[in-house]
Structure formats: C-alpha cells, structure tokens
C-alpha cells in the first residue's frame, strides 16, 4: 500500500503543527491581558484633573491599569522613530522578540535562579536593555526624542482618563479598590 500524498501527523510536521497552534494560543491569551484600545479610548472618560494630587492619582491607577496598552504605543513610536534606520530597524526587532517571549506572551510567571520575576521588573529591565541597545546602534537623537514623545503621550493620557469607570481589583498594582461608574 502506498501513502503517497499524505501528510504524516506524527512525525516531526506534526509536532511543528503542534508548536504553532500552541503559539497561536499563546499569543491570543497573551495579547488578551491587555485592555480594550475602546476602553483606554472611550471619549466618556476623558475630563480635565481637578488638581495636582487628582493628576499624580489619576497617572498612577491608569498607568497600572493599561500598563500593557502602553507599552505597546511606546514600542509602536520608537518603531516609527528608527524606520529610517536599517541596523536599528534590525535590532529592534530583535528586541521585539524578546519582549514577546518574556513580556506579552508569557502564561506563567518568569523564574530565574529559583526566583520568580513579577511583570513590573520584567517591564523595567526590557525597557532599560531595548532603550540601551538601540542607543549602541547610534540611533541616540531618534531614541531620545521618542522615548520622550511616548512617555510624553502616556502622561498627559493617564491624567486626562478619568479612573471613574475603570475596575481595579487586582491588588497591589492599582492600589487594590474597585472603582466603578459614579454615573
């Protein structure tokens, strides 16, 4: 009897198949834990602060809450920063690999050296070795000014974004109370 034609489903495809569905998995439960662009952008909830102490509270729950979105728009403008840059083009994809596998799609907790590594710490550290690699490249200026356009974007969002609507039961990260609809 011949098999000619046939796709093998135990052999190595199989397991590639495996892998990819796996990985497909990973990514949509992984990208899943950030919020809805909806949410982070609904025009409802933008107002002005009423003071310095409601600004600094405001930054601090929303920066907590849509950490994950804003990482992604600080990556995003970086990105639109070195398109004109071919080698810090490369290495920031580079870098992207690696804040997929250790930050936005990680199921389970990172471990190293039998010490677990909360997503805050993951965070920093990525930021810090992304921003100092490129800046090897000789990307200085474009870095510079993007990191500060982003940081500049997420500030003035986290304190126009009212926090009124929000629900924030995750503990430690926002403060650990449920704010809810004053409406």
């Known amino acids: 009897m011949t098999t000619y034609g046939t796709i093998p489903t135990t052999s190595?495809?199989?397991?590639?198949?495996?892998?990819?569905?796996?990985?497909?998995?990973?990514?949509?439960?992984?990208?899943?834990?950030?919020?809805?662009?909806k949410e982070m952008f609904n025009l409802h909830s933008f107002s002005l602060p009423r003071?310095?102490?409601?600004?600094?509270?405001r930054i601090k729950t929303n920066v907590g809450y849509f950490r994950m979105n804003y990482a992604i728009?600080?990556?995003?403008?970086?990105?639109?920063?070195?398109?004109?840059?071919?080698?810090?083009?490369i290495v920031f994809v580079v870098m992207m690999a690696a804040w997929l596998f250790l930050y936005f799609l990680r199921d389970e907790p990172l471990?190293?050296?039998?010490?677990?590594i909360?997503?805050?710490?993951?965070?920093?550290v990525l930021s810090i070795l992304t921003i100092v690699?490129?800046?090897?490249?000789?990307?200085t200026w474009n870095i510079i000014s993007s990191v500060l356009i982003g940081a500049a974007v997420v500030v003035v969002h986290a304190a126009i974004r009212s926090t009124d609507d929000l629900?924030?039961?995750d503990g430690g990260e926002t403060g650990g109370y449920i704010a809810t609809s004053s409406s």
């Open 51 to 57: 003071g310095v102490y409601d600004a600094f509270s």
């Open 73 to 89: 728009l600080m990556l995003i403008i970086i990105f639109m920063s070195l398109l004109w840059l071919p080698i810090s083009l």
């Open 118 to 124: 909360d997503d805050r710490t993951v965070l920093i």
């Open 133 to 139: 690699v490129l800046l090897l490249t000789g990307a």
């Open 12 to 37: 190595i495809g199989g397991t590639n198949v495996e892998y990819l569905s796996r990985a497909k998995a990973r990514i949509k439960s992984g990208l899943g834990t950030r919020r809805p662009w």
């Open 167 to 169: 629900l924030l039961d």
């Open 111 to 116: 471990v190293i050296m039998n010490r677990t």
